[in-house]
Structure formats: C-alpha cells, structure tokens
Nanobody, 117 residues
Framework: QVQLVESGGGLVQAGGSLELSCAAS????????MAWYRQAPGNQRELVAR????????DYANSVKGRFTISRDNAKNTLYLRMNNLKPEDTAVYYC??????????WGQGTQVTVSS
C-alpha cells in the first residue's frame, strides 16, 4: 500500500502564496495520475488540479487556472501544488490523491489552508 502525507498548509493573507507537498511512502509503485482536491466547510470535495504520469498533462479547476501549478518529482516520490495570489475562497482542507490503477487509489490525511482577507 501507498501512504500519502501532505504538508505546507497554513494561514496566509489574500494575495499571498503557499506550496503544498505530498510525499508518498510504503509500497511505492507508479501511479496513473496524481491530484489535489480540496473541501471547504459545508461543501463537497472538489478537484483542484491533476497531473498524468504517462505524459505529464495537467488539468485545473477553472477557479484556480493561472494561479495554481501542480508538479511532481518522481525521484522524490513527491507531488506539489504551488498556489499564488491566494483568495479567501481558496480556504479549505487540501487533500492529495493517487490513482494507481487496477481499482486502487488512496488519499492523504489533508492539510488546512486558510486565506485571510
């Protein structure tokens, strides 16, 4: 099994930046795709950004396009989310997600991001 551990969350003022990290450990095997999701209080969990392992293609939610960048370092088994120009509506718990194929996927425990106005 793979364990995902997020870090890098915190409190930041509107307009500021944060970088989240997601380190994978355990029985490491190649993922099909990795992604970041977020969930604000009272809302459903939503996809923020996704990166494909095979070709490196990325997808972003419209609300974060141009502000967030997803990337990965395969040598370090780590996924990143660089968040710039943060807005109060970005406040949420951010989760790392890995899709390993054959019906296996896993989530991290989440990291809180709070953006003050």
């Amino acid at each position: 099994q793979v364990q995902l551990v997020e870090s890098g969350g915190g409190l930041v003022q509107a307009g500021g930046s944060l970088e989240l990290s997601c380190a994978a450990s355990g029985s490491i095997f190649v993922s099909n795709a990795m992604a970041w999701y977020r969930q604000a209080p009272g809302n459903q969990r939503e996809l923020v950004a996704r990166i494909s392992t095979s070709d490196g293609n990325t997808d972003y939610a419209n609300s974060v396009k141009g502000r967030f960048t997803i990337s990965r370092d395969n040598a370090k088994n780590t996924l990143y989310l660089r968040m710039n120009n943060l807005k109060p509506e970005d406040t949420a718990v951010y989760y790392c997600y890995g899709d390993y194929g054959m019906g296996y996927s896993t989530w991290g425990q989440g990291t809180q991001v709070t953006v003050s106005s």
